[in-house]
């Protein structure tokens, strides 16, 4: 009967690209924020070293809605030599750090309410590789990551004080 | 042979780009689906800032906030109408109030319809804690329009042209603020002159 077979090869040609385009939708959806975190280390650049914005303008194109009143500093951190240090000078108003991983995940956050002196946390793989004098141990879930420091600075004098006060904060391999 | 493999090919491939298109449809349009609306027509999402749960969330906020604040640092709401529903028009003058509000510092900030800062040097973007001072009746006040005028406090829309959204931030909130967003006394955007639409 060759309209059987024109049916059975219709349903194996429907069953082959529903499963196709499950696993298509499935592998997009669990790859994407990788993809687009990846796309964000790209551009914040370097490696162990704090991108420093300037002061966010009309120029500012790289993450939408960015906020003209913060002082944005980024470091994309790899822990595949051993474990990072990361250190922020205090500052007299809001001020905050946040940790991603590799799939975009914010793993650790710390504000002045808690450290009002600053930070400083080393960043480790593993629990174990923490040098023995790190103070603040933080694991992360991947071996890249992005931190990000906010400072208050809504006018340019602020924003002038949050450049010399970010002027030595720390991203770099940890002393062993 | 190469009837078959053109037959398989093509369901594969026909799959994948409906798979992908619809994952790719699902993180950009989604994040609508959880956004919730308060007083004033300011609306806020429900997963921003929030810990990803499943891939889908996870994909959904890399989409629409990466490198975002958790809830507990910022909560987010946006606004993109007028008190009569209208979109938010460059050629219109507004004044924008408002009392307290429930956090340790705040923030509005004008963004273009492509969700940037808009293209103009005014350096008039946005209105924050530090700078909004109330008036006699513990208001702060500010105009949102192309030209500054005689304002006091001033926002630029200056080629922000028509369907401009206000973002509010809300630094360290109040828990009461995070967990009942519908508690906060939402600052109130006010149109004071729009030109008569063209018909």
Same mark, same amino acid.
């Given at each position: 009967m060759p309209g059987a077979s024109v049916v059975n090869a219709t349903a194996r040609f429907a069953l082959a690209a529903v499963a196709a385009a499950v696993l298509a939708h499935l592998a997009f959806i669990s790859l994407a924020p990788s993809m687009m975190m990846a796309a964000a280390m790209e551009r914040i650049g370097?490696?162990?070293a704090w991108a420093h914005a300037p002061?966010?303008?009309?120029?500012?194109?790289?993450?939408?809605?960015?906020?003209?009143?913060l002082a944005y500093s980024a470091c994309v951190f790899d822990l595949s030599h051993g474990p990072v240090r990361i250190a922020a000078a205090r500052w007299d108003a809001y001020m905050s750090l946040s940790l991603y991983d590799a799939q975009s995940d914010n793993f650790f956050v710390v504000s002045d309410m808690e450290a009002p002196d600053g930070f400083d946390v080393t960043v480790v793989r593993?629990?174990?590789?923490?040098?023995?004098?790190?103070?603040n141990v933080v694991v992360s879930p991947s071996a890249k990551g992005v931190a990000l420091v906010r400072r208050l600075a809504p006018t340019p004098d602020r924003f002038a004080a949050a450049e010399r006060a970010r002027a030595d904060d720390i991203c770099a391999p940890a002393q062993r | 042979m190469a009837r078959r493999i053109l037959f398989w090919g093509a369901a594969v491939l026909i799959g994948a780009l409906i798979g992908a298109g619809s994952a790719w449809w699902t993180i950009n349009r989604a994040g609508g689906w959880f956004d919730q609306s308060y007083g004033g027509g300011w609306r806020g999402n429900a997963l921003a800032g929030s810990q990803a749960a499943d891939p889908y969330t996870r994909a959904i906020v890399a989409r629409s906030g990466l490198l975002a604040l958790s809830a507990r640092e910022t909560i987010y709401f946006t606004l993109a109408q007028d008190a009569e529903g209208r979109p938010l028009d460059e050629a219109c003058v507004y004044e924008l109030s408002g009392g307290? &509000? %429930?956090?340790?510092w705040w923030s509005v900030t004008l963004y273009a319809p492509d969700k940037y &800062? %808009?293209?103009?040097?005014?350096?008039?973007?946005s209105i924050d804690a530090t700078r909004a001072q109330p008036g006699a009746d513990g208001r702060w006040r500010a105009r949102i329009s192309a030209g500054r005028g005689d304002a006091a406090n001033w926002i630029s829309s200056r080629?922000?042209?028509?369907g401009y959204s206000l973002t509010l931030r809300l630094y360290q909130p109040r828990q009461e603020a995070r967990e009942h967003p519908d508690t906060i006394a939402f600052p109130e955007l006010t149109a004071l002159s729009c030109p008569e639409p063209v018909s």
């Open positions: 370097g490696a162990n002061r966010v303008t009309e120029a500012a194109r790289t993450i939408v809605r960015p906020s003209p009143d593993r629990a174990r590789d923490a040098p023995d004098d790190a103070v | 307290a &509000l %429930p956090a340790r &800062l %808009p293209q103009n040097n005014d350096r008039a973007f080629a922000a042209h028509r």
